[in-house]
């Protein structure tokens, strides 16, 4: 399957049906037909039970079917009212989300007190869930059916994910020690670590020739350049090399820590990472790493990570930006983009851009250990600006004072790396937090 083709929610869905009490049971077949017919033209991968369940038996069958399948979650069709023995069966087999929908039509299906009468054995069971209730095509629903569907899709691909961790954490920034038991034990992330002599030797096996032409491709993508061939040709030696690795090793994600040998060398290379899919956060930050990887998936294009840098409580904005490895896809255009030294080295290449597109935006910083890890969430809107600071500046208002948003954050324990994408993901990160047992605040 394509890596597009994975970016959608396994959906497992199967319909029940109570027969022998007049419930309206003859009409399950014609109501999951229905549901099916609204379900296949969302963003979903399904795969379905054909027939109705009617007994215990047939929800233990479809609950191991799902689980060989390798659902992201069981979505339950109540046509009518069902024991909550049916199930307790279903979800037997494995630790998967549900999601109910009791289908509110005929008074005499009285599917919502089935659902009611399932609710507390699934809370008994400390099962991930959530039960809804409505019409066949209610917008509500399918909206809330999506936010649950990308949230469970999020947890299969942390516990997919592949991070190469190259150098490990800077030694001036301690909160970001990456603990790579708790990133197994907590979010599923394999942490697959890379010594700091593979990229001198990987780099060297790249030729020039091969390194040129790709130099070439990446003055044809941006507005202006001043740096020298040199430079150019080495960032892109250290882009195709790390491509290969990230290939030989099923990487989908990979952190290098730059500071302070490779400041100015791999702004770039990461800056073109994630407009490849490949997560990569800043300066060794395994967490940023992981969460630009997770909004890659959740909305097909690059996040940018920056710096919680600076409030404007007059305009009620905060400023953040990074020292110039933003994605070429997070400009406007691609003429806004400038490639030259590095504001902190003053030498090789940074990535230079106000990231100045307007729209909804989520923003997330992820810290923490085996002990705790931390989800701290944002939603604003970013705004034009222009180049405020020398890298990639994004300015975001909120509707919260920005002063009590710093508080928030303070309180909650989160660093100064953010990834911010575009769109509002608040609800499917707070559902991920359930999911993990991880704290997941929204700040905003």
């Known amino acids: 399957m394509s890596e597009k083709g994975m970016f959608l929610p396994y959906t497992g869905i199967v319909a029940m049906a109570f027969p022998g009490y007049y419930l309206g049971e003859e009409k399950a ?3 999951y037909s229905e549901m ?10 399904v795969i379905k039970v054909d027939q109705v369940v009617t007994d215990t038996f047939g929800a233990k069958d479809a609950g191991r079917f799902f689980a060989e399948k390798k659902v992201d979650f069981i979505f339950v069709v109540l046509t009518t009212f069902v024991p909550d023995h049916f199930i307790a069966e279903l979800v037997d087999t494995g630790d998967i989300p549900v999601f109910l929908w009791a289908v509110e039509r005929e008074m005499d299906c009285i599917s919502l007190v089935g659902a009611m009468l399932i609710n507390p054995t699934l809370y008994e069971l400390e099962k991930h869930y959530q039960l809804h209730a409505g019409d066949i095509g209610d917008s509500d629903v399918l909206g809330s059916l999506m936010v649950f569907a990308r949230a469970a ?6 516990r997919n994910m592949r ?4 150098g490990e954490n800077p030694d001036i920034m301690f909160s970001m020690a990456a603990d790579e038991y708790g990133l197994k034990k907590k979010l599923g992330v394999t942490v697959v670590p890379i010594r700091d002599f593979e990229y001198t030797k990987r780099v060297e096996q790249i030729s020039d020739k091969d390194a040129r032409n790709d130099w070439n491709n990446v003055k044809g993508e941006v507005g202006e350049v001043r740096v020298s061939e040199k430079d150019g040709i080495e960032a892109s030696k250290a882009f195709l090399s790390m491509v290969d690795l990230t290939k030989e090793l099923r990487l989908n994600a990979l952190s290098i820590n730059c500071w302070s040998h490779l400041k100015s060398k791999i702004c770039l290379p990461i800056a073109r990472f994630n407009d490849h899919g490949i ?9 940023s790493t992981i969460v630009m990887r997770l909004f890659y998936v959740l909305n097909g294009r690059s996040a940018i990570n920056g710096d919680f840098m600076r409030l404007y409580p007059d305009e009620n904005r905060i400023l953040f930006s990074h020292c110039g490895a933003g994605s070429f896809s997070m400009a406007k255009t691609r003429d806004d983009i400038t490639l030259h030294e590095s504001i902190e080295t003053h030498d090789g290449i940074g990535v230079f ?9 989520t923003a997330v910083n992820l810290i923490g250990s085996r002990s705790e890890y931390r989800l701290s969430v944002l939603v604003g809107e970013a705004v034009e600006t222009d180049m405020v600071y020398e890298g990639n500046p994004m300015l975001i208002g909120f509707e919260r004072p920005v002063k009590e948003i710093l508080q928030s954050a303070v309180r909650n324990g989160a660093g100064h790396h953010w990834s911010i994408a575009y769109g509002d ?11 993990l047992g991880i704290d997941c605040r929204i700040l905003s």
Not at 36 to 45: A, F, G, P, R, W
Not at 163 to 166: D, T
Not at 353 to 360: A, C, L, M, R, Y
């Open 29 to 31: 077949l014609a109501k």
């Open 36 to 45: 099916l017919s609204y379900i296949q033209e969302l963003d979903l991968k």
């Open 153 to 158: 899709m999020m947890k299969r691909v942390l």
């Open 163 to 166: 991070a190469g961790y190259m």
């Open 279 to 287: 997560g990569a956060g800043c300066e060794g930050d395994i967490h």
């Open 353 to 361: 851009f106000p990231v100045s597109q307007t729209g909804i935006i």
């Open 425 to 435: 993901y608040s609800a499917e990160l707070e559902l991920l937090g359930k999911f």
